[in-house]
Each structure stands twice: as structure tokens, then as C-alpha cells.
């Protein structure tokens, strides 16, 4: 595979040296030595969170703008825990752009 900007040949990059800075730490021996990440899985529950985090927060925002002064649980109860959905729909989504770059690179294709 070329790549187009500099016309070098640029070879599927091996899950060995997937990580985020291009290397891992060298065998300890307790591990496998074809230890992989499960990156099917994490876009599957990733996949699946994703929607679910978004409708819940969306929903527990609602709640929260609908509640009076004496409701239980309180308005600010309800704020924080459809902000906590958000930041886990969002940690759902950067985990997913991950897993397919991962994907990607791993089958030597650009994106």
C-alpha cells in the first residue's frame, strides 16, 4: 500500500505496535506472547453504550428541567447525573473512533 502524499509504501501496522505511542513495554513473560486487545468487543459495547448514554442523558436532562423546588430527587441530582451520562456517551464515542483507526491501521487501510 502507497501512500498518495509522499508515494512511500506503507505496510499494515502490526496490534504489537498499536498503542498510543507506537510501542509497548517489553514482555514481562507472564503474558501470552500473542496477547491481543478484544477490539470487537469494545466496539460492540461501545456500539451499544453509545445510543443508551445519549437517551438516558437526554431523558435525565428533561427530568431535571421538569422537576419544581420540593421534588424528589432533587433538580441538581438530576443535572449531575445527565451529565454524567454525557461524558460517558462521549467516552463511548471516542472509544469507538479508536477501535475503527485501530481496525483500520491494522488492515493497512488509510483513514
Avoid: H, K, Y
Amino acid at each position: 500500500m502507497s501512500d498518495e502524499r509522499s508515494g512511500r509504501r506503507t505496510e499494515p501496522v502490526p496490534r504489537s505496535r498499536s498503542g498510543a505511542l507506537g510501542s509497548r513495554s517489553p514482555r514481562s513473560g507472564t503474558e501470552p506472547r500473542n496477547a491481543q486487545s478484544p477490539l470487537g468487543l469494545r466496539l460492540l459495547l461501545s456500539g451499544v453504550f453509545l445510543p443508551v448514554f445519549c437517551v438516558a442523558a437526554v431523558l435525565f436532562g428533561l427530568w431535571a428541567a421538569n422537576s419544581g423546588p420540593g421534588d424528589s430527587p432533587g433538580q441538581d441530582v438530576l443535572t449531575g447525573i445527565a451529565v454524567g451520562c454525557g461524558v460517558l456517551a462521549l467516552i463511548a464515542a471516542v472509544d469507538v473512533l479508536v477501535v475503527v483507526r485501530r481496525r483500520r491501521r491494522e488492515r493497512g487501510i488509510r483513514g
